[in-house]
């Protein structure tokens, strides 16, 4: 499957979108992104980009984006994504227009870091397009 949720989410917050994650889901989103950002030792004030159109780069974040996918139990040691993951994170009625934007994302590499970045990185490019 083509893919990048990070955001998942990352994915899918705030004012540019035109679903917001639920309490519970920013909830877990924000406990899976702390642990990961320490895990991967990343500088805590790239948290803030995760939910922009340009989302930092692949070297400032390391492998966080694959972390939280990890967390999620979102992808596999081989790199299949399931995003059957976050059904209970998104609404039922906007699972369909996330995994639409997720399918867009044609991610082709093997690197499992690189792979999780772009998926995140193009579904942010989709959901908060500039004008």
Do not use: W
């Amino acid at each position: 499957m083509n893919a990048t949720l990070l955001i998942f989410a990352s994915l899918l917050a705030l004012a540019t979108c035109n679903f917001k994650f639920g309490e519970k889901a920013m909830q877990a989103l924000t406990a899976v992104r702390n642990e990961c950002f320490a895990s991967e030792n990343v500088d805590a004030a790239f948290i803030n980009r995760l939910d922009t159109y340009e989302i930092p780069s692949r070297d400032d974040l390391k492998c966080h984006s694959l972390c939280v996918f990890k967390k999620f139990n979102a992808i596999d040691e081989n790199g299949a994504f399931n995003f059957d993951v976050f059904k209970p994170y998104v609404p039922e009625t906007e699972f369909a227009a996330v995994m639409s934007i997720i399918n867009k994302c044609n991610v082709v590499t093997t690197d499992l870091c690189e792979k999780a970045h772009e998926l995140h990185s193009c579904f942010n490019q989709i959901v908060y397009k500039q004008n």
